[in-house]
């Protein structure tokens, strides 16, 4: 499998639950994005990592939790979410520093009951 | 602060007529300004890209921008639209931090046989 892969494709989750967004990367690349698509909105970028090491964080609720064990994977924990949450929640990589050319995911549809 | 504006938030063509998508931006710095595109149910993918060389950047499928700074603008142009090219598109500029790329609200593109 090669490219960006985002699990599950479609999560629907009452305000109470927990759960995990799974991002994984084929390409060798080092630094790996979170960004939040909602509708009429612009994307928003949540959170960047480089080397495992988180490079930015846009003001992000903490309900919002990232964790990136090793270059390759990337994690969005979610807990007691809002529906306004509800979004396509796009995972993406580049190599370097820089963001010259992002690779990105197919997302995860995101639906806060 | 970058940010990016795209006039029309959605675009109709004839199959066969010249495509324009407008795109102005802000940035404190000189900026690298990027195109992506969006196909239904899948991730955004990089068509172009312009970091300071050539003011005339060619991308896939045929598609094409110009950096015209006395105007911040970075137009995306095609010849000829195919049915094919259907699709949201995204204008895009790195802010001062190198890992942040900030995009526009998207053009929703609509060819019309």
């Known amino acids: 499998e090669t490219g960006v892969t985002q699990t599950p494709r479609h999560l629907v989750m009452g305000m109470t639950n927990k759960k995990s967004l799974k991002c994984e990367q084929h390409l060798g690349h080092n630094a790996m994005y979170w960004y939040k698509q909602s509708a009429k909105k612009p994307l928003e970028l949540m959170f960047v990592?480089?080397?495992?090491?988180?490079?930015e964080n846009n003001s992000v609720p903490s309900r919002f939790s990232p964790e990136c064990p090793n270059s390759s994977h990337l994690f969005l924990h979610l807990h007691t979410l809002q529906p306004e949450d509800s979004a396509l929640y796009l995972c993406?990589?580049?190599?370097?520093?820089?963001?010259?050319?992002?690779?990105f995911g197919s997302g995860t549809q995101l639906s806060v009951l | 602060a970058q940010s990016v504006t795209q006039l029309g938030s959605h675009v109709s063509v004839s199959e066969g007529a010249l495509v324009l998508l407008r795109c102005n931006y802000s940035s404190s710095v000189p900026p690298y300004l990027f195109w992506y595109v969006q196909y239904p149910n899948q991730g955004l993918q990089l068509l172009l890209k312009y970091t300071s060389a050539a003011t005339l950047v060619k991308g896939i499928n045929g598609f094409e921008a110009e950096f015209k700074k006395s105007e911040t603008s970075f137009h995306l142009t095609k010849p000829s639209a195919h049915m094919s090219d259907a699709a949201e598109y995204f204008c895009a500029v790195r802010g001062t931090s190198y890992d942040k790329v900030i995009f526009g609200p998207g053009t929703s593109l609509s060819v019309i046989p």
């Open positions: 993406a990589s580049s190599q370097g520093r820089g963001a010259e050319k992002l690779f």
């Open positions: 990592y480089n080397f495992k090491e988180q490079t």
